[in-house]
């Protein structure tokens, strides 16, 4: 993991928690999501049009199938959200607070780009 | 037959690649043209053909490729040629041969002229000098700018639309600037003085110089010929480096003159109303041709006329009976407008605020009707003036209108008498009305009234009318399909298909606001794929689509895939059953017969799909849709050929209509069915469609479903020949997806028309709306252009990216786990038990 700083690797530590390298930014659609494997936990990774990236739980709690990055990304009120492609509930992505269901919610994971590859932390 | 090798064939050559040549090949590829009848361009410039109109803001950080027009690709779809950098410099309609100026020769079979104009510039003495330009090409420009370089002062001959911008470009560039224009106005043939003045005042205070009622005699030159001012007939002279000359356009009719095709008496191709000269197979289009005595100086009056042409070649009968001028733009950042004829003798209504800079007239003639109309600094009223100019409504308070804060539409001080639709003669009372009996939408209104669903201009007069009303009435105003667009799913499908715009981006952008959500993405989506615009899932249009069209299968509860290939009419060799059947067992699929007759493979991973479809497709089966909102289905029972029963054939009439249909995008999964007998089989009335077979030929029924709330198919017809059959439904279809509402099926669409399965009866059957042609030639362009959506996906291999389960690995789904149930593999998820 030579991409990662040291600075990171003491952060991540303290959080637990390595980073990922999940895949080239170039791999990603704008306003899309890919599912990648952090620490064996499905993660839903998505870039938006603005250039933000977004990482959440990919398991949908409503279904309970892993399917969250495949649904489609839209915006409430200034908020990205996904819905998941199964029932269709949002999912705020920068909260992971779910808009149809309040007692619902997905974590939220740490992502950001590393020398042109995006790479995932697992979020508590 | 001339057999010289040296003579390309061109079933259809294009001299031009302008803007309307350019739409020209355009509106070919989306009718299918060219892979019937291959076409060869030809563009004397080196470049593609680019955005003319909008050429200054080259010199305002825009680059060429901005400013190319089209989409990548669409000049190497099939049976396009395009050859740049290369001129027709002779044409011979007799043996329908072109020369090229590099030596080549072209055969053709039908030839169409859009070589546009030339700059016209005024037999003075020293146009020859060095830094002495016209402004027409992005050569031109590039000339421009790199004379520019080191001068101080410009000057441009020619103060209409073409001579500001390129006083523009002149200014962009740094150079001090003046403007010289015989007229005693800028802009003359579209402002009137108060118009001209207050665009004066604006030019002026960008910090160009306008000089007008003035002759330029002569370029000045300096000893070693090169340009030092302009000379005036006033005495006056411009100190100029760099001159523009932009003083009109004349056709480049040569090729025609030469060949000896009719000419206008100022200039143009004579051309009648389908765009043909007075040869036969010869075509011209755009400022090159003349209409009815009119050369068209303007880009949409060529399209138009690129369209009908298209139209035409293609079987369609389609005719250009001429186009009104009315047109607005911005120009140095001023807003200008003008409409129908603003020097007609008539009454006046002038409202203006000179300081300000604005200036809005409206000429009225006797019988109070808008003639014409120029607006500068404040363009609001366009619309509605516009409307009544063409006599799609009559003249509301045009004072009203035209104050400040009328807010340019006031559609509450039209009255109730004024026509707001003129297509089916819906006067404004007959939309208030209808709001107040309830209809609280655009939609439901129109639906209610028909206001709106002719030609479709008066969409956006019939919103506002119906957001007045409920607003007055204290109501909300809900027409929008989600937070981002304020219009409907039928009005944002005539916006698309007015504008043309193929990019959620810009239609959003320009119509909507925010990014976007869930429910407009599939919308917009959906809408592209039905108008027509290649593979769904190419570029942005990926993002949009729902996860079924993103990858071409349909999600289950526990996250995996189901894959259905297309049965047409529920006919299907044993070759072809055994191939799907060894397909469902090397993957462990789960099968099911489904009830249009074919057969569901489920529980199929993400990654497995495209291997899934390479064996499907070598079995001869293609895509079934069963992923889209989109035509699935038709069902047939066995039919005349082995029925005791049975007076039709069925199942040939089901295949066909199938084949015809497929990959049809819609609002809502569309279903059909046709049965060989009245005995009915094949349950044809609960479909959106049906066919039921008689002895003297086919009944038609049409809005039935099954579902939730189970609907009975109406009789739309009887004892139909087989091309009025397919005539009609092609009609109905498209008419259905052009105006339904978002997961809106034909069953509710229809009865929620007014006077329900009678007014389908007269618009489909008898044409009342004079949209029939219009919708079958929809239809053909959906036929002509359908392509196996899997087999699309699997030709090229960086489509292939995206169907992993993970992107960093290659594990499967772990979440995906089976259990055998009767003898076949099932969710573990399913509660079995």
Redesign the interface.
């Known amino acids: 993991m030579s991409m990662v700083s040291a600075v990171d690797r003491v952060a991540a530590a303290r959080a637990g928690s390595e980073w990922?390298?999940?895949?080239p930014a170039s791999?990603l659609?704008?306003?899309?999501g890919?599912?990648?494997?952090v620490d064996g936990d499905?993660v839903a990774?998505f870039l938006?049009?603005t250039g933000e990236l977004a990482a959440i739980d990919n398991?949908d709690p409503c279904?309970?199938?892993?399917?969250l990055s495949?649904?489609?990304?839209?915006?409430?009120d200034?908020a990205?959200?996904v819905?998941s492609?199964?029932y269709?509930q949002?999912f705020e992505l920068r909260t992971g607070r779910c808009l149809d269901d309040p007692g619902v919610s997905v974590r939220v994971h740490d992502v950001r780009l590393d020398d042109g590859f995006v790479v995932v932390r697992r979020g508590g | 037959m001339d057999h010289n090798p040296a003579v390309e064939h061109a079933e259809v050559l294009v001299v031009g690649n302008g803007m309307v040549g350019h739409r020209f090949v355009e509106a070919a590829v989306e009718r299918g043209l060219p892979e019937r009848r291959p076409l060869v361009v030809v563009g004397e410039e080196r470049h593609r053909a680019y955005d003319r109109v909008h050429l200054s803001s080259l010199f305002d950080g825009t680059d060429l490729a901005e400013l190319t027009l089209g989409r990548d690709g669409l000049y190497d779809a099939p049976g396009v040629r395009l050859v740049l950098g290369d001129r027709v410099v002779a044409l011979d309609p007799g043996v329908h041969q072109a020369t090229l100026a590099s030596g080549g020769r072209i055969s053709f079979g039908t030839c169409v002229l859009a070589t546009g104009s030339s700059p016209f510039v005024p037999p003075v003495p020293g146009t020859g000098a060095a830094g002495v330009f016209v402004y027409r090409t992005v050569d031109d420009l590039a000339a421009i700018r790199s004379w520019a370089t080191g001068c101080r002062t410009g000057a441009v001959v020619g103060g209409g639309l073409l001579g500001l911008e390129a006083a523009n470009a002149l200014r962009l560039l740094g150079l001090d600037t003046t403007v010289v224009e015989l007229a005693p106005r800028l802009m003359a043939v579209q402002l009137d003085e108060g118009g001209g003045r207050a665009l004066r005042r604006h030019v002026e205070a960008l910090g160009l110089h306008v000089l007008t009622s003035v002759a330029t005699t002569e370029v000045a030159t300096s000893r070693d010929g090169r340009a030092v001012g302009l000379a005036l007939a006033d005495g006056r002279t411009v100190a100029a480096d760099l001159v523009v000359f932009a003083a009109g356009i004349r056709p480049r009719d040569e090729l025609g003159r030469e060949a000896g095709l009719a000419v206008g008496e100022r200039g143009g191709i004579v051309v009648d109303d389908t765009c043909r000269t007075s040869a036969a197979d010869v075509y011209a289009i755009g400022e090159v041709a003349c209409h009815r005595g009119r050369v068209y100086g303007l880009v949409a009056p060529g399209f138009a006329m690129a369209e009908t042409v298209a139209e035409h070649l293609s079987g369609g009968e389609a005719t250009f009976t001429g186009s009104d001028t009315a047109t607005t733009l911005k120009l140095l950042g001023v807003d200008v407008a003008s409409v129908g004829d603003p020097h007609a003798p008539g009454a006046e209504i002038v409202v203006a605020d000179e300081p300000q800079g604005t200036w809005q007239k409206v000429v009225v003639d006797a019988d109070g009707r808008v003639t014409g109309a120029v607006l500068v600094g404040d363009t609001r009223p366009f619309g509605v003036l516009a409307e009544c100019a063409r006599g799609t409504i009559t003249p509301p308070d045009l004072l009203a209108l035209l104050r400040p804060d009328g807010g340019g539409t006031a559609p509450l001080e039209l009255p109730d008498a004024a026509r707001v639709c003129s297509c089916h003669n819906v006067a404004c009372g007959a939309v208030r009305a209808a709001v107040r009996d309830g209809y609280d939408t655009a939609a439901a209104v129109r639906s209610a009234t028909k206001a709106g669903s002719g030609c479709g201009s008066c969409v956006p007069l019939v919103q506002q009318l119906v957001n007045a009303e409920l607003t007055a009435a204290g109501r909300t105003v809900a027409t929008g399909l989600c937070?981002?667009f304020d219009v409907t799913r039928q009005e944002l499908y005539e916006i698309v298909r007015a504008t043309g715009i193929r990019s959620f981006?810009e239609l959003v952008d320009r119509h909507g606001r925010?990014?976007?959500?869930?429910?407009c993405?599939?919308a917009v989506a959906s809408i592209f794929a039905s108008l027509g615009s290649g593979y769904i899932l190419d570029g942005?249009q990926?993002?949009?689509q729902?996860?079924?069209d993103?990858?071409l299968a349909n999600?289950q509860?526990?996250?995996s895939y189901s894959v259905v290939p297309r049965v047409p009419g529920g006919e299907i060799t044993p070759a072809q059953l055994i191939a799907i059947g060894e397909v469902a067992r090397d993957f462990g699929l789960y099968t099911k017969i489904t009830g249009g007759q074919r057969i569901d493979l489920f529980g199929a991973r993400i990654e497995q799909l495209p291997q899934i479809w390479a064996r499907l497709l070598d079995a001869g089966l293609e895509s079934g849709h069963a992923y889209g909102k989109a035509v699935r289905t038709v069902k047939s029972c066995v039919g005349s050929t082995w029925c005791r029963y049975g007076v039709q054939d069925s199942v040939q009439l089901a295949v066909d209509l199938e084949l015809r249909y497929r990959g049809l995008r819609s609002p809502h999964k569309i279903k059909l069915a046709v049965s060989g007998c009245a005995r009915e089989c094949a349950e044809a009335q609960g479909k959106d469609v049906g066919v039921i077979a008689t002895e003297r030929g086919w009944n038609l029924y049409v809005g039935g479903n099954g579902g939730m709330r189970p609907m009975h198919a109406e009789l739309l017809a009887e004892d139909l020949d087989r091309e009025t059959l397919v005539r009609s439904i092609d009609r109905y279809l498209m008419w259905y997806v052009r105006t339904a509402d978002r997961l809106e099926r034909t069953a509710t669409w229809q009865r929620k028309l007014p006077g329900g399965i009678e007014f389908v009866r007269r618009v489909v059957m008898d044409d009342a709306l004079g949209i029939g042609a219009e919708l079958e030639a929809d239809m053909a362009r959906h036929v002509a252009s359908y392509r196996c959506e899997w087999e699309e996906t699997l030709a090229d291999p960086s489509r292939l990216?995206?169907f992993v389960?993970?992107?960093?690995?290659d594990?499967p789904?772990p979440?995906i786990a089976r259990v055998e149930v009767r003898g076949q593999r099932v969710p573990a998820?399913a509660g079995v038990g």
Do not use: Q, W
């Not at chain 1, 890919?34 to 494997?37: E, G, Y």
């Not at chain 2, 925010?514 to 429910?519: A, D, L």
């Open positions: 990922t390298r999940v895949c791999r659609t704008p306003e899309r890919v599912a990648a494997l499905p990774v938006l049009s398991r279904s309970g199938a892993s399917v495949r649904g489609l990304v839209g915006e409430v200034g990205p959200t819905a492609p199964m269709k949002r | 937070p981002h981006a925010g990014r976007g959500c869930e429910i993405k599939p942005e990926a993002a949009l729902d996860t079924n993103h990858f999600l509860r526990d996250g990216e995206r389960s993970y992107v960093n690995s594990e789904d979440t998820s």
